[in-house]
């Protein structure tokens, strides 16, 4: 807001009393505060509800991410019994110890096998388990039953786990539900809310169970009945939801409380609650999860913490600022209309509350200005709020010494010139942003907004406006950018910024008659690699392999992620023909196929993981940027098909 050095013009006449006036003019100015300040804290209660949406979607992602890893443990243990005539208890042992679940995948219970054992085998099947080394072996509980299932592996065989070998858990209704629905669908089942077998009588914890069928190899298993024929037993992992839980949300949560109930949400459903000090949230939010046949229901409040962090006394500065700045205008007005024919009573409230204006304007945050309507815009006042944007006194400036707009960053000067000469010349107001390095060296960037004001003769006489500090801003806007077209974990860009790209690049190449190429890469056994070194070797893969094609590409062309593992790099400006062209993308393919095929050094883990490649070329517009892609996808394709680690021309 600019400081006036001029007279205060008088008002138009009018039928109605100054009085009448000065109350018509307080009412307008305190509903327009009112409205900012309702717009301010609706819009800031929609970012705060953002901020909360995003935590949710964050804790949702991680959980279904870490259930689906411990889901790839089980399958990998049916996998064992499927590939092998018989797993011994040793082989069991050995396979459960080389996954190393404590170090990768906390908050395991275990890894068992139970057994189907029909009513008139299980005597002989108990006399074979004590003949094989378990004099007490029998299976539990007692009670006579058409088809039992025994617990005889679960690894780690040691403490608690000890409790439910022999159990038969068909024995137990919500676990026999889970336990069928696997058998019938050959799919991953988890079951209801239980109390397992393994707690004792201290920090007894709900649990769950997921399961897997196992059948044999020599029968088909296509349908429902050949799938319950052909059943010779469940591997399943066993978890206590609290240490579970604890595991996958961490304690680092301070802003963000859960608590999960299994199918509706009930107190004798509960499966976990984080546990913190109870408390009316400000939000809260269900959100249903399906996973292995089950679903949960996950109750997110906000915390204290959140609450702090989310905070912000903006739209209260707006009412208080605004409905101060209202009443003193009012109180202006009412003075002098109650004051006319007193004119030195008058000159003194006019002072009186110039004075107050003026602390106003010099408390309020940025840089309150008034230039010269002329280049270089020599100030004629600033407030002392330009000592905190720049580290310069307000006199350095006013006396010639240092210019604002010498501290304008270079690159920045003609805009912000354009910018006032244009708002001058129409006789309009401007807002302009740009970076202002202070007297310290630090850049800070800075939201400029001011009109001019003029003469009888429309003669711009000078600028008045004010400078605020956006730079915390505009960091945001920047990481909200870096999210929308970057990829998280390479930090390559993901397949918007890459098309993005390829359509300027197709424009550039009409212009110039350049060709250019696209090379798709796709990992030959990266599944395998995640599934048996797990996601974290998996992500330290992909980071090692766009580390190699950035290094082998130049700096012009573009290196992209498209999901998984799936790579694209463009190539730029390769030749005047399609033939040389064609020669230098493939060199430049046979080099990044050579350095992918290199072993990888991940973490205590050495891998290989060979790539292959599709190449396409492309000259102007003839072919949409969705079509390159399709033709450099279907070039990888024939390399897989032709043996894989090789690159295949479209």
Not at 167 to 196: C, F, H, I, N, Q
Not at 482 to 508: G, I, K, V
């Amino acid at each position: 807001m600019p400081i006036s050095d001029t007279p205060t013009p008088q008002l138009p006449a009018s039928r109605l009393s100054r009085e009448r006036f000065a109350w018509v003019m307080l009412c307008f100015s305190v509903t327009l505060t009112v409205l900012l300040w309702h717009y301010a804290r609706t819009d800031r209660t929609g970012h705060v509800h953002q901020r909360f949406d995003y935590r949710v979607s964050k804790e949702k992602s991680i959980l279904l991410s870490r259930l689906d890893a411990y889901q790839q443990v089980v399958r990998g243990a049916q996998a064992l019994f499927a590939a092998s005539e018989e797993v011994s208890r040793e082989e069991w042992h050995t396979y459960v110890a080389q996954l190393k679940l404590e170090k990768h995948l906390p908050g395991i219970q275990g890894i068992g096998y139970g057994i189907v054992v029909p009513a008139e085998a299980k005597a002989a099947h108990e006399r074979a388990m004590r003949a094989a080394g378990f004099p007490d072996y029998a299976i539990q509980p007692e009670a006579e039953r058409d088809l039992y299932t025994s617990i005889i592996y679960l690894e780690p065989f040691t403490g608690r786990n000890l409790r439910a070998f022999g159990y038969d858990m068909l024995s137990e209704p919500v676990r026999r539900e889970a336990m069928e629905r696997a058998r019938d669908t050959g799919e991953a089942a988890m079951s209801g809310k239980v109390t397992l077998v393994q707690e004792s009588t201290e920090d007894v914890q709900p649990g769950f169970l997921i399961y897997l069928p196992v059948y044999r190899r020599d029968m088909p298993h296509a349908t429902v009945a050949e799938r319950r024929a052909a059943l010779v037993g469940y591997v399943y992992s066993p978890f206590r939801a609290h240490d579970l839980m604890k595991v996958i949300f961490g304690s680092e949560n301070e802003d963000i409380e859960v608590d999960l109930f299994d199918q509706t949400v009930a107190p004798q459903n509960l499966m976990f609650a984080s546990g913190r000090p109870a408390g009316d949230a400000l939000f809260e939010q269900d959100v249903a999860l399906e996973f292995a046949g089950r679903r949960w229901i996950a109750r997110f409040k906000s915390t204290a913490a959140f609450d702090a962090i989310t905070r912000n006394d903006e739209p209260l500065l707006i009412l208080i600022g605004g409905l101060s700045l209202d009443l003193m205008l009012f109180a202006v007005m009412l003075g002098s209309a109650r004051h006319q024919r007193r004119m030195q009573a008058a000159a003194m409230q006019i002072q009186h509350s110039h004075d107050r204006y003026h602390a106003l304007v010099e408390n309020m945050p940025g840089a309150v200005f008034r230039t010269e309507a002329t280049p270089p815009w020599r100030a004629v006042h600033l407030s002392k709020g330009v000592e905190s944007l720049t580290g310069a006194r307000p006199e350095r400036f006013l006396s010639g010494e240092i210019s604002c707009r010498s501290l304008v960053h270079a690159d920045d000067r003609k805009l912000v010139d354009e910018a006032l000469t244009d708002a001058l010349a129409g006789h309009a107001p401007y807002n302009v942003e740009y970076r202002l390095r202070g007297a310290d060296g630090q850049i800070r960037w800075v939201s400029e907004r001011g009109c001019g004001s003029y003469d009888s003769a429309g003669q711009a006489q000078w600028v008045d406006g004010v400078i605020l500090d956006i730079t915390d801003r505009k960091l945001a806007e920047l990481a909200i950018r870096e999210m929308a077209f970057y990829d998280p974990l390479t930090t390559l860009p993901n397949r918007r910024l890459l098309l993005d790209r390829l359509h300027h690049q197709l424009s550039s190449s009409a212009r110039s008659g350049l060709h250019g190429a696209l090379l798709f890469i796709d990992l030959d056994e990266f599944k395998r690699i995640n599934d048996t070194l797990g996601h974290h070797t998996g992500d330290l893969l992909l980071a090692e392999v766009a580390q190699r094609l950035r290094a082998g590409v130049r700096e012009a062309d573009t290196v992209a992620r498209l999901g998984g593992d799936e790579f694209i790099v463009m190539l730029d400006d390769l030749g005047p023909t399609a033939e040389e062209a064609m020669t230098r993308a493939t060199a430049i393919g046979m080099k990044l196929l050579a350095s992918l095929q290199a072993a990888y050094l991940l973490e205590t883990h050495v891998v290989t993981c060979t790539p292959s490649v599709g190449l396409t070329t492309f000259s102007g517009r003839g072919l949409s940027a969705d079509e390159l892609i399709r033709r450099a996808d279907e070039a990888m394709y024939r390399a897989k098909a032709a043996g894989r680690n090789r690159l295949n021309v479209f």
